[in-house]
Each structure stands twice: as C-alpha cells, then as structure tokens.
C-alpha cells in the first residue's frame, strides 16, 4: 500500500489513489512534488491530474488528446 505525506492536500481520494497503476509497465505511482501530476516508478512517465481526474493514456496517445 502506498503512503503519502500530508503537507498538501491530495487530488484524490486514498481509495482510488491506493489502487491505480501505471497503464504500460503496472507500476506504481506516485504524486509529482506538485501534485498536479502521477509518475510511475518503473518508467518515469508522468500522467497529468486534471480537475482531479487522473488522466491515464499511455505516452503516444497523451499527444493526441
């Protein structure tokens, strides 16, 4: 189970945060230091958080959207 320190408050709720993975490796991810972001652990790609919806399309599609 993933922690997060609490300077901040989080851009999502613990559930869904506590579950999501990265969609190319099925690594876990963690909050960019600003939390406006999600980076996998394994790949460093970073997925961006937008009105707290976590936006989860593999790197080659985040171009198009």
Same mark, same amino acid.
């Given at each position: 189970?993933?922690? =997060?320190?609490? @300077? =901040?408050?989080?851009?999502?709720?613990?559930?869904?945060?506590?579950?999501?993975?990265?969609?190319?490796?099925?690594?876990?991810?963690?909050? =960019?230091?600003?939390? @406006? %972001?999600?980076?996998?652990?394994?790949?460093? #790609?970073? #997925?961006?958080?937008?009105? %707290?919806?976590?936006?989860?399309?593999?790197?080659?599609?985040?171009?198009?959207?």
């Amino acid at each position: 189970m993933k922690k =997060t320190q609490n @300077t =901040t408050p989080e851009p999502l709720p613990a559930d869904l945060y506590n579950i999501i993975a990265c969609p190319v490796d099925k690594a876990d991810l963690k909050y =960019t230091k600003d939390k @406006t %972001g999600l980076q996998c652990v394994k790949c460093k #790609y970073v #997925y961006p958080i937008k009105e %707290g919806i976590p936006i989860l399309l593999p790197p080659e599609l985040q171009e198009q959207s």
